[in-house]
Nanobody, 124 residues
């Protein structure tokens, strides 16, 4: 079992940046890939980025590529999502998720463990 806790969300102005963190606990010694997803009001949850256990493989949603960077520090059981050039369309609850495989996936159904989410609001 893995438990995930996100942090770093908040209110940011358009064009600003945020760094989200996801801290894992539990069976962290087993290899697991991590993905970030987001869900805006009235919309389906969508993929943002994912990273393999080693950190050597990353994947990004086309709409986010160039604006976000995912990274991880396995010594701290932490995965970070750096987001830049934010717009109002990025307003959503952001979730981190983990799967018991070394390689990342882009579909939410591939992930068994989920955090509670952190709210990101982009507004002036």
């Amino acid at each position: 079992q893995l438990q995930l806790v996100e942090s770093g969300g908040g209110l940011v102005q358009p064009g600003g940046s945020l760094r989200l963190s996801c801290v894992a606990s539990g069976r962290t010694r087993s290899g697991y890939a991590v993905g970030w997803f987001r869900q805006a009001p009235g919309k389906d949850r969508e993929f943002v980025a994912a990273i393999s256990w080693s950190g050597g493989i990353t994947d990004y949603a086309i709409s986010m590529k160039g604006r976000v960077t995912i990274s991880r520090d396995n010594a701290k059981n932490t995965v970070a999502l750096q987001m830049n050039s934010l717009t109002a369309e990025d307003t959503a609850v952001y979730f981190c998720a983990a799967r018991g495989f070394n390689w990342p996936g882009t579909n939410e159904y591939e992930y068994a463990y989920w955090g509670q989410g952190t709210q990101v609001t982009v507004s002036s």
